[in-house]
């Protein structure tokens, strides 16, 4: 199962505060991507990258900010303006080669006290 | 803009039995559509892609562009089918999921 992995697992933090979630990938691909999956609502995009310090909103990103440093790096921050931050969040990536796939990590299910 | 719709959110089904997962879309250009699978504490998976044309699991899907539908179908569902299913679309270098079908097979 390698290959992407979220951290942590489950976290908790007040309401008002920033909160980062990490997502790492060491399978070389270029695109990566963040959802945020609900019950009832499927998964919905938040941000993606298709390259290294370049990215988009996805259909959901106020209240989300993220960074693209580094090709095996895509970071989210869930800021104090998300209005319903409590969800499970899902990272992604995706090969240049094999265009059609998207590989998952475990995700982080965060909870907002 | 792209949509997908899964119209059902649960479907139960017994062991044996035929069931299809039904999934619409809507795209301008040329579609590419996939069926994801959660099994239950697993990642979220890739099943199948319709350019394949594939069976994967006894699973077959097919695009139909005139009804603009991509329906996920198994002749004899086992109990290791049950999980959450999504229909996906690929376009605009992202890909957009259905709000999902949670199967469940029983005995």
């Known amino acids: 199962d390698g290959g992407i992995t979220q951290s942590p697992k489950y976290l908790f933090r007040k309401e008002g505060q920033n909160v980062t979630l990490s997502c790492e990938q060491n399978?070389?691909?270029?695109?990566m991507y963040w959802y945020r999956q609900d019950p009832g609502q499927g998964l919905r995009l938040i941000y993606y990258?298709?390259?290294?310090?370049?990215?988009q909103k996805g259909d959901i990103a106020e209240g989300y900010s993220v960074s693209r440093e580094k090709k095996e790096s895509f970071p989210l921050t869930v800021t104090s303006a998300q209005k319903n931050p409590t969800a499970f969040y899902l990272c992604?990536?995706?090969?240049?080669?094999?265009?059609?796939?998207?590989?998952f990590g475990p995700g982080t299910r965060l909870t907002v006290l | 803009a792209q949509r997908v719709t899964q119209p059902e959110k649960l479907l139960s089904v017994f062991k044996g039995a035929p069931v299809e997962l039904k999934c619409n879309y809507s795209?301008?250009?040329?579609?590419?559509l996939f069926w994801y699978v959660q099994y239950s504490r697993q990642r979220l998976q890739l099943l199948l892609r319709?350019?394949s044309r594939e069976s994967i699991k006894g699973f077959t899907a097919d695009l139909n562009k005139g009804e603009t539908s991509f329906h996920l179908k198994k002749p004899f569902a086992q109990e290791e089918d049950s999980a959450m299913y999504y229909c996906a679309l690929s376009g605009d270098y992202k890909l957009s999921f259905g709000a999902g079908t949670t199967v469940t097979v029983r005995a």
């Open positions: 992604a990536s995706r090969s240049s080669v094999d265009t059609d796939t998207q590989y």
């Open positions: 795209y301008s250009g040329s579609p590419e």
């Open positions: 399978l070389n691909h270029d695109a």
């Open positions: 990258s298709q390259i290294v310090n370049d990215f």
């Open positions: 319709h350019i």
